[in-house]
């Protein structure tokens, strides 16, 4: 497939040394850098079996943040021109420093999300979704149809169609999705199993957010891979 078939991301994912990494990937199922399917983690308990099941919506992305969604390359624009450019914008533009990282629910998911005050984390997103807006092919119709699926308010809707995205700016959450949506009576035990391991494998508390990775997905069936990171400035 060519790279016009191909789409692209701009995540936050930890380092791959990190323990954060390695719990979230395990928790998915799947290492994003090697491109590796991973056992069903030891700690999943009572759920083990239907486990695949319950991860498989973020299974396909690999463990991230979304700063820029998914999106095809434009016109005149290639793999290398858009890490290029990634990396000159870290090289001028700072970390954002956050309280932690805490394992909640968002809506029927389960995520990590940030403790206290992310005004600079998501200025931080707010930032890269417009710089790199030029480097977006337009949403084709059939994407746009699909999103519409969802109910979107109207300024979600205004910003789909200027930044093929609902999820930016205001509306803009910063979260590392576990899970899948849950059906309520799976979201309590997998919430507190969560919660469990991720205290229990000692996960020190992130600072910052200090650095943005290119996430590739080949072909509309296959998962994201980390293709390149760089630290911020």
């Not at 095809?72 to 954002?96: N, W």
């Not at 899948?180 to 979201?187: K, N, Q, S, T």
């Not at 469990?196 to 891979?225: G, L, V, W």
């Amino acid at each position: 497939m060519s790279e016009a078939s191909a789409r692209y991301a701009i995540y936050y994912a930890p380092e791959p040394e990190s323990v954060l990494w390695k719990f979230g990937s395990q928790v998915i199922g799947y290492d994003a850098v090697d491109g590796q399917e991973l056992a069903v983690p030891a700690f999943a308990g009572d759920l083990s079996e239907r486990w695949a099941e319950l991860v498989s919506e973020p299974r396909k992305y690999g463990f991230h943040a979304t700063l820029k969604a998914p999106f095809h390359l434009a016109s005149g624009v290639d793999e290398v021109t858009l890490m290029v450019a990634i990396e000159r914008f870290a090289a001028t533009t700072h970390a954002a420093s956050i309280e932690g990282l805490e394992v909640a629910t968002i809506g029927p998911f389960i995520a990590l999300k940030p403790k206290g005050d992310a005004g600079a984390l998501n200025a931080l997103a707010s930032t890269i979704v417009r710089h790199f807006e030029p480097f977006r092919a337009p949403l084709t119709d059939e994407d746009r149809a699909r999103r519409l699926k969802s109910p979107l308010t109207e300024r979600q809707i205004d910003y789909l169609d200027r930044f093929g995205y609902p999820y930016v700016h205001e509306e803009f959450r910063f979260h590392m999705t576990l899970t899948g949506p849950l059906h309520v009576d799976d979201r309590d035990t997998a919430l507190t199993t969560l919660k469990t391991a991720y205290h229990e494998q000692s996960i020190a508390d992130h600072s910052s957010i200090n650095r943005i990775c290119m996430f590739k997905q080949a072909t509309p069936s296959a998962r994201f891979r980390i293709i390149g990171s760089v630290a911020l400035a």
